[in-house]
C-alpha cells in the first residue's frame, strides 16, 4: 500500500513540477512577430558564430486582392522583395553585432544555423476599402512564416509566422507596388529583432 501511495505521489509531482525541473526551460519568445514557438534552451551566442540566410521562397503562396495584370507585376517584383528581406536583415544583424560570420545562400561552416522562410500570401489590398472604410481596412501586406535551424543536425530552434503591413500600409493610400518593397525591408528588419532577442 505505501508503494502504491509512493507512486501516486510521484506521478502526481511529476504532472504537476514546473518545465525547469523537467530540463525543458526554453528561451522567451522575443515577442517579435506574431507568432514564435521557441524551443532553444540557451542563447544563440553560446554555440553558434554563423548565421545563413537563405533567400525566402514563394512556393504555393495565395495571392489575395490580386488580379492576372497584378499577379504578374508582383511577380516581376518578387526577387527584389526577396532580395530585400535578405540584405535589409544582414544590414540589421551586421550593426547589431550579431553573429561573426553572415552567409547568405551559402554553405553552412563551423557552429551555424540556417534561417529559412517563405511569403505564404502576397495580398494587394483595396484602395477603395482604405478612403471609405479606413482604419486599417483594405491595407496591403505580405504574410510569411519560416523557422531557425541547427545547421549541423537539421534540429528546427524556432519557428515564426507574421503579417507585415508597415506603418504605411495601414493608412496610406499607396497601392501594393509602392508598399510591397518597404515591407519586405520591415520583414528583414524583424526578422534581425527577433535573432537579437535570442541571441
Do not use: C
Amino acid at each position: 500500500m505505501q508503494r502504491l501511495f509512493t507512486l501516486i505521489a510521484l506521478v502526481l509531482f511529476l504532472a504537476t513540477a514546473p518545465l525547469t525541473v523537467l530540463g525543458a526551460d526554453t528561451l522567451p519568445k522575443p515577442e517579435a512577430l506574431s507568432e514564435e514557438t521557441i524551443f532553444l534552451t540557451e542563447k544563440l551566442s553560446k554555440n553558434y558564430d554563423t548565421i545563413v540566410i537563405k533567400e525566402f521562397s514563394t512556393d504555393g503562396a495565395e495571392y489575395s486582392r490580386v488580379d492576372d495584370e497584378e499577379r504578374a507585376k508582383i511577380t516581376t517584383m518578387t526577387p527584389m522583395l526577396l532580395s530585400n528581406i535578405a540584405l535589409s536583415m544582414e544590414g540589421e544583424l551586421k550593426g547589431k553585432k550579431l553573429f561573426k560570420n553572415i552567409i547568405k545562400n551559402g554553405e553552412p561552416k563551423g557552429k551555424a544555423v540556417i534561417l529559412e522562410g517563405k511569403i505564404t500570401e502576397f495580398n494587394a489590398g483595396s484602395r477603395a476599402l482604405k478612403f471609405w472604410v479606413g482604419f486599417g481596412a483594405g491595407k496591403a501586406y505580405l504574410k510569411f512564416k519560416g523557422r531557425l535551424l541547427d545547421a549541423a543536425t537539421g534540429k528546427e530552434l524556432a519557428n515564426f509566422e507574421d503579417r507585415e503591413t508597415g506603418y504605411r500600409g495601414a493608412m496610406s493610400m499607396e497601392s501594393y507596388e509602392d508598399l510591397f518593397p518597404h515591407q519586405a525591408k520591415s520583414i528583414g528588419e524583424n526578422l534581425a529583432k527577433f535573432l537579437e532577442k535570442l541571441y
